[in-house]
């Protein structure tokens, strides 16, 4: 079946250090492929998205890549602020899944001032 | 803006009560989910609807049913409460009818249940 693993957390960073989170996922289809981010007390929130191989999401300096032949979706952001400090969940969406968006375990980032 | 949103923040339950969790989405939007979400296991589908009166089921819907009488609304029921449905408890919804891999979900703030 579908499935996504990231990486474990909790990953601590300095203020604009580079922040990588890797993503790979399984599917037997050809999945959209999300980042959604968690601020503390909040639901999810989507960050970025790409539909199809070789794709790259962007948005508020964050990007990620569709690689299909590594079956992967690494977020990046080259200087993180403390204001990123938030839980990161990668997932994909699959006709063959039946529809269903699959969510990684989710990430926790703290960025220190 | 979409908003979603859920009639508790936090909730705290007896074991073997009856749980009314409600979710109301303003942007006439097809699809809606129920989710729960507890540490190292991201989020797990429980119900989702595609149409009112329509529900299917999850990954885990087990001890878990869901109501749809109109297309705003999306209830969440646990029968009887147990100690192991301690956990968040998440709504969303997205735009398209059943088919669509591509719809961002926007989900509400969450509702934390604690049952005792």
């Known amino acids: 079946g579908n499935s996504v693993t990231q990486m474990e957390g909790p990953v601590t960073l300095s203020e604009e250090a580079f922040l990588t989170i890797n993503c790979t996922y399984t599917a037997t289809g050809y999945p959209s492929l999300f980042w959604y981010v968690q601020y503390p007390g909040e639901g999810l929130q989507l960050l970025l998205k790409?539909?199809?191989?070789?794709d790259k999401g962007s948005n508020k300096g964050f990007e990620a890549t569709y690689r299909k032949e590594t079956t992967s979706f690494h977020l990046e952001k080259g200087s993180v602020r403390v204001s990123d400090s938030a839980v990161y969940f990668c997932?994909?969406?699959?006709?063959?899944?039946?529809?269903?968006?699959?969510f990684g375990a989710g990430t926790r980032l703290f960025v220190k001032a | 803006d979409v908003k979603v949103t859920q009639s508790s923040r936090y909730l705290v339950k007896r074991t073997g009560e009856k749980v009314f969790l409600e979710c109301v989405q303003d942007?006439?939007?097809?699809?809606m989910f129920w989710y729960r979400q507890d540490p190292g296991l991201g989020l797990r589908l429980i119900y989702f609807s595609y149409d009112v009166k329509m529900k299917e089921k999850g990954d885990i819907p087990e001890g878990y049913s869901v109501s749809r009488e109109k297309k705003e609304r999306f209830s969440l029921i646990l029968e009887s409460a147990s100690t192991n449905q301690t956990s968040m408890y998440l709504c969303a919804s997205s735009i398209s009818g059943r088919g669509s891999v591509t719809d961002t979900q926007y989900f509400g703030p969450g509702t934390r249940l604690t049952v005792l």
């Open positions: 997932a994909l969406s699959d006709s063959t899944g039946g529809f269903k968006t699959i």
């Open positions: 790409a539909t199809k191989a070789d």
């Open positions: 942007m006439d939007h097809e699809n």
